[in-house]
C-alpha cells in the first residue's frame, strides 16, 4: 500500500516536472523574443540577466559574465539617471523613456530603442530594475523622413513666393511696357495678318465671356461686338459701322447726355478709364441697366485712335439699389414717405411760400389709444390698421400735399399753397370724419379716433423746427381737451409748455435742494366737531416763480415716476410730523398721505411703510393712505398685497376722488377698505338734484359697507348743512380751514378740543 502511493507520487512528480519544463520553454520562447531586449539589474548598475536577443543585439560576447556587465553598456546613462531619479514614483505605475539619440552597436548600425522600465522586489527584499528595449529604428526613420518631406515642402513654398514676387515684377514690368505698346501699334497694323490666324482662338474667349465685349476703331467709326451682346442689342452683324450714331439710338434718352461726357473725358485724357452706367434697349423693346467700362489708345500725336472694353449687365444690382433707396427714404409698412422725405419736401414748400407770400400747414395727427388696440389685439393687428389708416389719410389729401408717418401711431401732413385757414379746417374735418366709421380687420370692427394739431406759416414760426414742434404742442392741447378733434397752435400753449419743460428740468433737484414742504388740512367729524384727520398735502417753493401747486407738478412727476421718491419723502415727513404732535399730547387724529399708483405697483413699498414706521417709531393705526380709483382700476396682483399688508399690520386704507371713476366696486367686494373720500365735482352742484341724489348714493353705499364716508370741497355752510342732512360723516374744505403749515394747524387742534 505505502509502495503504490509512493509511486502515485513519483508519477504526479514526473507530471509536474514535465509541465514546469514546458512552461519554462513557454517563457523562454517570450523572453527570448527577437523584437524585444530585456535586461534585469540592481539598483547598483550590475546586470542580472538579460536575454539572448540583447546580447545579439548590443553585441556582449557569450564568455563575459553578467556580473561583469553594467547596464550603461546597455542603455543610455541619461536614461538610467532619470530612472533612479524617479525610482521612489513608481511604486504602482511604469516609466516610459524614448530614445532620442541613436544606440552605437559594435558593428556600427544605430539603432533607436524605447524602453519600458518596470520596479521589482525579490523575497529578500532587494529591488531591481527590469527593463524592455522595443526597436522603433523604423519609426524614428519614418519621423525624419517626414520631417525632410515638410522642410522640403516649406523649401518649395519659399520657392514659390519668390517666383510669385517675380511675377509681381513681371507684371509692373508689363504694365510699364503699355505705353511701348502704344508706339508700337504701326508695328501691330502691320501684324495683322498674323493676328487673323489667332481669330479663332480669340472668338471663342470673346464667346465664353460674359460680359459684352466691344472694340471699337475710331478712325474709321466701325465696332466689333461679341456674339452675345449682337443677340441681346439685336445687330445683324459683329461688325457695326456708323458705330457712334447706331449706338447712341439704343440708349436711354436720359443717359445719352451722361455717356458721352464719360467718354470725352476719357479720350482727352481727364481720366484714366472710360466708366459709364446707364440704361440701354433691347431687342424686346425693354431697358437694362449696363456697366460700360473701356480704355482707349493714342497714336503718338495724342489723338485718340482706337478704345475697347466690355458691358456688363447689372439690372439685378440696380433694381436692389433701387429698392434699398426706397427703403430708407419710404416707411415699408405704410409705404409713405419717411422724415427725412418729409422734411426735404417741407423745405421746399417753406421756401416756395416765402418767395411768394403764401401760406401753408403741417397736421400732427395722433392716433388715440391705439397702444390699447395693439396690446390687446397684438402687433400683426395693430400694423394693418395702421396701414389702413395711411391710406384713408393719403385719399384725404391732394396730390401736391404730403403725408408721413413719424412715430408708432404718429403722422404728419404738409398741406402746401393754402388760402385761408378754411382750407385747413376741411382737411381736418375730412380727417375726423374718416375715424368716425369703423375699420373691419380680422373680421374685428376696431373704432379708432385721432387728435390733430395744426400750425400755419408763417403764422406760427418762420423755420420748419418751429412749425413743427408747434403743432406737435397743438397736438397734445387737443388731446387734453378730450381727444377726437383739433387744435390750433396759439402763443398761449407755447408758454404752458415752456412753463411744463421748466417744471420737468427742476423738479429732479427740488427733493435733493430740500425745496419741498407739506401743509395740513384738517377734516373735521361733523358729529363732535373736532379734527379727525390731518391731510398731508405737497407743496414746491421754487426759487423762481414761488409756489407751485401740486396741480402742475405732481402729473410731470408721475409720468417721469419720480413720484416714488417724492411720494417716499412726503410719507416720512408727515409721520414724522405726526410723532411730533403726539409727542406734543395730541393724540385724537391720524395722518393721512395720498399714494401713487406708481409706489403701489413697487414690490417693496408695503415693507418701506413700515420700515419708515419702526424708524418713526410710529403706531400704523396712526396714518392713513389714500388712494384713487384710479389705482383700483389698475390694481395688478403687486398693488393688492401691498393693501393687504398693510392693513394687517393697522395701516387705513381710504379711497378717494370716490365716484369718479366706473369700475371699482367689483374690487371694492374684495377688499375691505376703511374709508371713502366723495369727490369735489359733487360737493360743489350738490344743489343740483343729480349731484345730490349720487352723494346720497355714495354715504348710503359707505355706510351699508360699514365705511366712514368724508365730503372734501366744502366751501360753503350750505354745502355742510346739506352734507350732514344726507349723513356725512366727515367734512373738508375751505369752510373750516385751507392747507396750513404744520404750526397752524395744531392750533385747529386747540380750537376744537
Not at 346 to 360: E, Q
Request: net charge negative; charged share 30%; glycine share 6%.
Amino acid at each position: 500500500m505505502r509502495i503504490e502511493k509512493n509511486m502515485s507520487f513519483i508519477e504526479e512528480s514526473k507530471k509536474s516536472i514535465t509541465y514546469l519544463k514546458k512552461k519554462e520553454e513557454f517563457l523562454s520562447r517570450i523572453f527570448e523574443n527577437k523584437q524585444m531586449l530585456i535586461v534585469v539589474w540592481a539598483l547598483d548598475g550590475k546586470v542580472v540577466w538579460f536575454n539572448r536577443y540583447t546580447q545579439a543585439v548590443i553585441g556582449i560576447a557569450v564568455e563575459e559574465q553578467t556580473e561583469r556587465i553594467y547596464v550603461s553598456s546597455i542603455i543610455p546613462k541619461d536614461i538610467i539617471s532619470r530612472i533612479k531619479e524617479h525610482l521612489d514614483d513608481i511604486e504602482d505605475r511604469d516609466i516610459l523613456y524614448k530614445c532620442e539619440n541613436p544606440m552605437v552597436l559594435k558593428d556600427g548600425r544605430q539603432i533607436y530603442i524605447m524602453w519600458y522600465n518596470s520596479n521589482m522586489c525579490d523575497d529578500e527584499g532587494n529591488k531591481y530594475v527590469v527593463s524592455t528595449g522595443i526597436d522603433i529604428t523604423d519609426l524614428k526613420n519614418a519621423e525624419r523622413r517626414l520631417e525632410e518631406a515638410n522642410s522640403n515642402l516649406l523649401a518649395l513654398n519659399e520657392e514659390l513666393m519668390v517666383q510669385q514676387e517675380e511675377l509681381s515684377e513681371m507684371n509692373e514690368e508689363l504694365m510699364a511696357q503699355e505705353e511701348q505698346l502704344r508706339q508700337n501699334l504701326i508695328e501691330i497694323q502691320r501684324q495683322q495678318d498674323a493676328l487673323k490666324r489667332s481669330e479663332e482662338r480669340y472668338r471663342l474667349v470673346v464667346e465664353g465671356a460674359s460680359d459684352g465685349l466691344w472694340d471699337w476703331d475710331l478712325i474709321t467709326d466701325t465696332a466689333y461686338i461679341s456674339e452675345r451682346w449682337k443677340d441681346v442689342i439685336g445687330f445683324d452683324k459683329e461688325v457695326v459701322n456708323n458705330y457712334c450714331e447706331t449706338w447712341t439710338e439704343f440708349i436711354h434718352p436720359r443717359d445719352v447726355k451722361t455717356v458721352i461726357n464719360n467718354l470725352h473725358s476719357h479720350l482727352e485724357k481727364k481720366t484714366p478709364f472710360y466708366l459709364c452706367e446707364y440704361r440701354i434697349k433691347t431687342k424686346d423693346g425693354r431697358y437694362i441697366w449696363i456697366l460700360s467700362r473701356g480704355k482707349a489708345l493714342w497714336d503718338e500725336e495724342g489723338r485718340a485712335i482706337r478704345i475697347a472694353g466690355s458691358h456688363t449687365d447689372i439690372t439685378g444690382r440696380k433694381q436692389m439699389e433701387s429698392k434699398l433707396k426706397y427703403m430708407a427714404f419710404y416707411d415699408p409698412l405704410t409705404n409713405l414717405p419717411r422724415r427725412d422725405v418729409f422734411m426735404d419736401r417741407f423745405k421746399a414748400a417753406m421756401a416756395d411760400a416765402r418767395r411768394n407770400g403764401k401760406k401753408l400747414a403741417v397736421l400732427f395727427v395722433d392716433l388715440d389709444n391705439f397702444k390699447t388696440i395693439n396690446d390687446s389685439l397684438g402687433h400683426h393687428t395693430g400694423d394693418k390698421l395702421l396701414k389702413k389708416i395711411a391710406r384713408k389719410l393719403t385719399a384725404c389729401l391732394r396730390e401736391s400735399d404730403t403725408v408721413s408717418r413719424v412715430g408708432g401711431d404718429e403722422f404728419v401732413i404738409l398741406l402746401s399753397d393754402i388760402i385761408s385757414i378754411d382750407d385747413t379746417d376741411k382737411v381736418a374735418n375730412r380727417i375726423l370724419e374718416l375715424f368716425n366709421q369703423p375699420i373691419k380687420i380680422n373680421n374685428y370692427e376696431l373704432y379708432v379716433t385721432g387728435s390733430i394739431g395744426i400750425a400755419l406759416y408763417p403764422d406760427h414760426g418762420k423755420s420748419e423746427r418751429a412749425i413743427l414742434k408747434n403743432a406737435d404742442i397743438a397736438m397734445y392741447k387737443a388731446k387734453g381737451k378730450g381727444k377726437n378733434g383739433f387744435q390750433y397752435f396759439d402763443s398761449i400753449m407755447r408758454s404752458e409748455v415752456e412753463f411744463a419743460n421748466t417744471i420737468k428740468r427742476d423738479l429732479g433737484l427740488a427733493l435733493e435742494k430740500n425745496q419741498f414742504f407739506l401743509c395740513y388740512q384738517p377734516l373735521v367729524d361733523v358729529r363732535t366737531g373736532k379734527v379727525a384727520s390731518m391731510e398731508a398735502l405737497l407743496r414746491w417753493q421754487h426759487p423762481k416763480k414761488g409756489i407751485i401747486s401740486p396741480f402742475h407738478f405732481i402729473p410731470i412727476a408721475e409720468e417721469t415716476r419720480q413720484i416714488i421718491s417724492i411720494g417716499e419723502w412726503v410719507l416720512r415727513t408727515a409721520c414724522r410730523q405726526k410723532k411730533e404732535w403726539l409727542n406734543m399730547g395730541y393724540s385724537g387724529f391720524s395722518v393721512s398721505v395720498n399714494v401713487s399708483v406708481h409706489q403701489l405697483q413697487r414690490p417693496d413699498f408695503a415693507k418701506v411703510v413700515c420700515e419708515i414706521l419702526n424708524e418713526i417709531e410710529l403706531d400704523p393705526r396712526h396714518l392713513e393712505l389714500e388712494i384713487t380709483e384710479t389705482v383700483l382700476i389698475k390694481a395688478m396682483d403687486t398693488v393688492v398685497r401691498n393693501l393687504y399688508h398693510l392693513k394687517e399690520i393697522g395701516v387705513k386704507i381710504i379711497i378717494d376722488d370716490f365716484g369718479t371713476e366706473n369700475s371699482s366696486f367689483r374690487y371694492m367686494q374684495k377688499f375691505n377698505f376703511d374709508g371713502l373720500k366723495i369727490d369735489k365735482s359733487f360737493v360743489s352742484e350738490i344743489k343740483v338734484d343729480v349731484n345730490k341724489a349720487i352723494v346720497d348714493a355714495i354715504i348710503l353705499l359707505g355706510h351699508r359697507m360699514e365705511l366712514g364716508v368724508t365730503a372734501e370741497g366744502v366751501e360753503t355752510k350750505e354745502q355742510l348743512d346739506c352734507l350732514v342732512k344726507c349723513g356725512c360723516d366727515k367734512v373738508q374744505g375751505y369752510y373750516f380751514s385751507k392747507p396750513l403749515p404744520p404750526d397752524e394747524a395744531i392750533r385747529m387742534v386747540q380750537k376744537s378740543v
